[in-house]
């Protein structure tokens, strides 16, 4: 099995994978959903199923992929539900690393001082910023909305435990609970382009 791929997978990138005509695309050669790609049935594409015991007809399988359960056959891959999605859009390694900074710094910067504020201003900057490189660089993430995503998201979540935000004058604990909300619905409607393909 490959090693976890951080991009998102969607239904259009798994029907790319599928059609030999289309491009593979970028990452899910190496590391495809599930670890597992496809493989052409003995028989080829315009194989027809066979019948099942009853005499009704067997499910279709994708075009030149063994059916699941069949000899030789391989598991499908699938789109990426919702919470494998929330997973994805935030680095839990750049999250564990502005938590530790964090919790650094309010254990030795007076509470209420400017210098904590400063202090934990330029420490969400900095991880903002270390998300995108972070995702690009490193989970060799290629969509920019999801890398932009993912900042977002880590700003989200500094919002949520307050952190700078806390330190403002206008910050209010009930606040966090609406941003959670919102980014919870912009993980579920947001409609991600289609991974591109080695040829782009």
Not at 139 to 151: E, F, P, T
């Amino acid at each position: 099995m490959g090693p976890f791929n951080r991009n998102i997978i969607t239904n259009v990138d798994i029907q790319n994978l599928l059609d030999p005509d289309a491009g593979t695309p970028r990452t899910l050669e190496s590391a495809p959903p599930a670890g597992d790609i496809p493989v052409a049935s003995a028989a080829g594409a315009a194989a027809t199923p066979a019948a099942r015991a009853d005499g009704s007809p067997a499910p279709h399988a994708a075009p030149g992929v063994a059916p699941a359960g069949g000899p030789g056959a391989v598991k499908v891959p699938t789109a990426d539900d919702y919470l494998t999605k929330l997973l994805k859009y935030v680095p839990i390694e750049v999250l564990g690393a502005y938590l530790f900074v964090e919790g650094l710094i309010t254990a030795n910067v007076e509470e209420g001082s400017d210098a904590l504020q400063r202090w934990l201003f330029w420490t969400l900057v900095a991880a903002i910023i270390l998300t995108a490189v972070y995702a690009r660089t490193v989970l060799n993430i290629v969509r920019g909305s999801q890398i932009a995503m993912g900042a977002v998201g880590i700003a989200v979540y500094v919002f949520a435990t307050g952190g700078w935000f806390a330190t403002t004058s206008w910050y209010e604990d009930w606040f966090s609970g609406i941003a959670l909300v919102l980014f919870a619905f912009f993980v579920a409607v947001i409609k991600l382009p289609a991974l591109p393909t080695d040829s782009e």
